[in-house]
């Protein structure tokens, strides 16, 4: 079975571009999270959505994120304008039937530089 | 609210030794999980265990084996004759019922095992 497929794996970009990354979650999960991950903050979770709706945002940093996920097969997670102190690596992971109990399972992260 | 603990920044030892991740977790509620995931160098998150608050069964599977005690909220991991591929980052993750969906992560404990 297809794991968590994240695009792109790498991402390079000027401060004040727009950058989205995606996600497409294993069949049949209903649970879908993105994170981010650095040295200084270690793994944060922004973003879960359960059923493509979103349940808590409240680790988002600021307004300049957003996230969606029109369908069960797709996640976008937008930064605009990005800065910096966003350069992290972002997960997004999935899960099935009752978040509370099973495990999540991660796609292989996108490593994002903002210069 | 929930929280982990990982006070364990970094562990260092040397192929064949025996060494145990520390977790201890905070939680109100009566029905909750936890998790242990690694994340080896090359940077994916990848689920190791689950356990929940109803099993404290301790659980060995090859090199591997966890300890679960609720009496002082630690669920403990030890890995017996450590080998070099079993350098990677470790965290722990606790799930609370009352709040689904939702996985609070401990910090990771870094461990390196030299040849």
């Known amino acids: 079975d297809a794991g968590v497929i994240q695009s792109p794996r790498h991402e390079v970009t000027e401060m004040g571009q727009e950058v989205t990354l995606r996600c497409k979650p294993i069949s049949g999960h209903d649970y879908l999270f993105w994170y981010r991950q650095t040295m200084m903050r270690g793994l944060e979770l922004l973003i879960y959505f359960n059923n493509n709706v979103p349940i808590d945002d409240s680790g988002m940093p600021e307004d300049r994120f957003s996230a969606k996920m029109p369908n069960a097969s797709f996640s976008t997670l937008k930064i605009q304008p990005s800065e910096p102190r966003d350069s992290a690596v972002y997960f997004c992971?999935?899960?099935w039937g009752g978040g509370e109990s099973q495990p999540q399972h991660f796609g292989d992260g996108t490593r994002l530089s903002i210069l | 609210a929930q929280k982990v603990t990982q006070a364990q920044t970094e562990i260092s030892v040397v192929e064949k030794e025996d060494v145990t991740l520390d977790c201890v977790y905070e939680t109100r509620d009566t029905t909750y999980y936890l998790f242990w995931y690694k994340q080896p160098p090359s940077g994916e998150l990848v689920f190791l265990i689950r356990r929940n608050s109803f099993d404290e069964q301790n659980e060995i599977s090859g090199r591997y084996s966890w300890n679960f005690q609720k009496s002082t909220s630690s669920f403990n991991f030890t890995i017996t004759a450590s080998q070099v591929v079993d350098s990677a980052v470790y965290f722990c993750a606790l799930s609370e019922y009352t709040n689904a969906g939702k996985s609070t992560f401990g910090d990771g404990t870094t461990l390196t095992v030299k040849p």
């Open positions: 992971a999935s899960s």
